[in-house]
């Protein structure tokens, strides 16, 4: 019975020691995900501050200022102006597509109703030509 009761408690050892390696391992990565999540809203907090500072500096930029401070808010106003540029072109462009989708809707119409007036003009003309090949052929008869 020793070999049993030695096996049984090696098995219950190695079980504890796994039991608490994963335990550990579960710490770990919980601290890991927890810095993560701390780190993921000290951004924020930075991107708020920064964008705090921006908005009661932007109206008052000193434009040949060395100030760190001032020089961020310059780069951040050019790239707002560039951005607005952008859109109004991008505005301009979808303009430009609509007025040629609009004209392509109305091509497409002018072209149904002149087909349109060339088939009523094709099946007028075959009735003309039908109706005189019908008359020369009853005034071949009478001859």
């Not at 079980?15 to 924020?44: C, N, Q």
């Not at 780069?75 to 979808?94: C, N, S, V």
């Amino acid at each position: 019975m020793t070999i049993f009761d030695d096996l049984g408690k090696t098995l219950n050892d190695v079980a504890a020691a796994t039991a608490d390696m994963l335990g550990d391992l579960a710490e770990a990565a919980k601290v890991k995900t927890t810095i993560v999540s701390e780190k993921h809203e000290l951004e924020a907090l930075f991107a708020e501050l920064g964008k705090t500072v921006y908005e009661a500096r932007k109206e008052n930029l000193a434009e040949n200022s060395d100030d760190p401070c001032d020089v961020l808010c310059r780069k951040i106003l050019e790239k707002e102006e560039k951005i607005a540029e952008l859109e109004a072109r991008e505005e301009e462009m979808k303009a430009k597509e609509e007025a040629k989708e609009e004209a392509k809707e109305e091509t497409k119409e002018e072209n149904g109703e002149a087909a349109k007036d060339t088939d009523e003009e094709a099946v007028s003309d075959a009735e003309i030509i039908e109706e005189e090949e019908t008359k020369d052929k009853d005034d071949s008869k009478e001859e």
